[in-house]
């Protein structure tokens, strides 16, 4: 069920409804369970038995790890813990990737191989809970979490529909005191939630959907278009991909809300990141802090040489590359992402030495120029991102330098992407000058009301004719 689909809005009414006349916290805890068990298994209820079962033995052996006092015994239970998840990711994820790819290297090798490939049924969702019950462990071993007593309360920490299937990324330590605390409905947070899943619905079906008419055709026929339709395909997929992720991690914040749960924020205003390292901690939050702490952090960080620190992070972010699918597209990302931080990482220790370059880019001119280049090189990366193969990201970037006068595709509209590029931009402005928390607190109810029903209104309008998945539902 998509979040934007009148399904979800049928079922998230009657679930809400049935939660908060429900008297009893045990209880919502079983609805929530129960909702979040039949959101998944109306995808596919035989993998939703796969996803209990994985989170059943994570709840026994966090227990057990927490009990033991043998070192050895301990780190034993935490190697069959992550191996178990890391093996499921693999296996449903990864298998035919590697396999495709190991045959492809046999024959380039003069070997004759063929084996057909499993065509594994991918769990939607899988790379996050698999990162939130490996964070659990960890957690519970290093003594930063005290394992959980209820397996019910467990349960709802990965199964929690509104994070499920495309996060974010939620601590075990955030998440399971809000099921123990006693909830009690406020109309301030229910406003809040509403306002956060009008939002999301706004970004997702009046910006994103819109900006795939742009991107999708160029992207699949470069050679078909000219240079200008190319570079409006670019930033119409730049913002496509941060509407809609983005959007679906407001519609999240915004239903968990709704329920008495808080969810940490996934974006802030990342685009107008004035360097790459900047932009990372603003974009995926939720994943970058746990790269940042499962994986950069037990590697060493910045402690070492520079040579070392420029090594973790071009492994991290290659992992992260990994993360996101099973396609070289995908590391290859990673990897460029990596050289960026590196770089970033070795000029900002030589601006140490360039007290006048350090100040000059410190100006509004010189933020404003770093803004740009950042969100430009990003931009740039998309492509191999979007790519499906390493010839048509050859292909775009080849357009986009080299002009195509007979390009046959259709054209463009290009008012409509400039419009919809500055309707985004001043949508920015209110947040960033906090003039939107100002208006809320003064507008009269019924006013405020008649502004939520406009966007609605808005986005029903806008909406296309068949629900669009959102783009991080394959990761």
């Known amino acids: 069920m998509l979040f934007c689909s009148l399904e979800f809005l049928a079922f998230f009414v009657v679930v809400l409804g049935i939660y908060w006349a429900t008297p009893s916290d045990r209880l919502r805890v079983w609805i929530l ?48 813990s992550v191996t178990a998840n890391l093996g499921l990711l693999c296996y449903f994820k990864y298998v ?46 290093r003594g930063r979490l005290k394992p959980e007593r209820s397996l019910p309360n467990f349960l709802l920490f990965i199964l929690f529909f509104p994070h499920l299937v495309a996060g974010p990324i939620v601590r075990a330590r955030d998440f399971l005191p809000q099921v123990r605390r006693r909830k009690r409905f406020n109309w301030a947070r229910a406003h809040l939630g509403v306002q956060l899943f009008l939002m999301g619905l706004l970004k997702k079906w009046v910006i994103a959907d819109r900006m795939a008419l742009f991107a999708d055709p160029v992207f699949a026929d470069p050679d078909g278009y000219k240079s200008g339709a190319a570079w409006i395909a670019l930033f119409a997929y730049a913002l496509q991909i941060y509407c809609d992720f983005s959007g679906y991690s407001d519609m999240a914040l915004g239903t968990a809300h709704l329920f008495g749960y808080h969810l940490s924020m996934n974006f802030n205003k990342p685009y107008v990141a004035p360097n790459i390292s900047e932009f990372w901690r603003r974009w995926h939050i939720s994943l970058s802090t746990w790269l940042r702490d499962y994986l950069f952090i037990p590697l060493g960080g910045s ?85 499906h193969t390493t010839d048509l990201a050859i292909a775009f970037y080849r357009r986009l330098v080299v002009a195509n006068p007979s390009g046959s595709g259709e054209p463009l509209p290009v008012v409509g992407f400039v419009l919809t590029a500055i309707l985004v931009l001043l949508a920015h402005l209110p947040g960033t000058i906090s003039l939107w928390k100002r208006l809320v607190a003064s507008l009269p109810s019924p006013a405020l009301g008649a502004v939520y029903a406009s966007g609605l209104n808005f986005a029903l309008m806008l909406a296309p004719l068949n629900d669009v998945v959102f783009i991080y539902f394959q990761f």
């Open 303 to 387: 402690r070492g040489s520079d040579w070392r620190s420029c090594r973790n992070l071009l492994i991290v972010m290659t992992l992260g590359g990994l993360w996101h699918g099973a396609s070289w597209n995908f590391v290859n990302f990673g990897v460029i992402q990596g050289l960026f931080l590196s770089c970033h990482f070795l000029f900002r220790k030589a601006c140490v030495h360039l007290p006048r370059l350090r100040a000059a880019l410190e100006t509004v001119p010189g933020t404003l120029w770093r803004v740009g280049c950042t969100f430009l090189i990003f931009t740039l990366s998309l492509v191999v991102f979007r790519s």
């Open 96 to 141: 035919d990737f590697f396999l495709e790819s190991l045959q492809t290297a046999l024959r380039s090798c003069g070997a004759e191989t063929s084996w057909p490939l499993l065509s594994v049924f991918l769990p939607i969702g899988i790379s996050f809970y698999t990162f939130e019950a490996i964070s659990y462990i960890v957690d519970v071993y």
């Open 33 to 80: 369970l129960g909702a979040s068990y039949y959101f998944y298994a109306n995808w596919n209820k035989w993998l939703a038995l796969i996803i209990f079962g994985s989170t059943a033995l994570d709840y026994f052996l966090a227990r057990a790890i927490a009990s033991l006092r043998t070192p050895l015994a301990r780190k034993l239970l935490v190697v069959i």
